[in-house]
């Protein structure tokens, strides 16, 4: 059964240039997994520092195996010192 996961993140004020670039480098490599079925980045119109992830996976245990791929544990090291706060991540069930 597909998963559907949508993640919120904040960079701090007067990175979300850098913050952008760490993210298309995520994008770039998240969407030649072959269990990524939709990983769409957003950024927030009228506040430039909030990006939001609508991913869709094939499975959980994919899900999880992405989540250990080089090209996440590179984000959450270039990240670091760019995020605001804690990613919020949420798994949903479409309604």
């Not at 969407?31 to 072959?34: A, G, M, V």
């Not at 927030?44 to 909030?50: I, K, L, S």
């Not at 939001?52 to 499975?59: A, L, M, N, V």
């Given at each position: 059964?597909?998963v559907?996961?949508t993640?919120?993140?904040k960079?701090?004020?007067?990175?979300?240039e850098?913050?952008k670039?760490?993210?298309l480098e995520l994008?770039a490599?998240s969407?030649?997994?072959?269990a990524?079925?939709?990983y769409?980045?957003?950024q927030?119109?009228?506040?430039?520092?909030?990006f939001?992830?609508?991913?869709?996976?094939?499975?959980v245990e994919?899900?999880?195996?992405?989540?250990?791929?080089?090209?996440?544990?590179?984000?959450k090291e270039?990240a670091?010192?760019l995020?605001?706060e804690t990613?919020a991540?949420?798994i949903?069930?479409r309604?």
């Open positions: 059964m597909s559907n996961v993640a919120i993140i960079s701090l004020p007067g990175k979300s850098e913050m670039a760490v993210l994008v490599g969407t030649q997994e072959t990524c079925i939709q769409d980045l957003h927030a119109a009228d506040e430039p520092n909030v939001i992830f609508h991913e869709i996976w094939q499975d994919k899900l999880q195996q992405h989540n250990n791929t080089a090209h996440v544990l590179k984000f270039d670091a010192l995020l605001a990613p991540i949420y949903t069930d309604i």
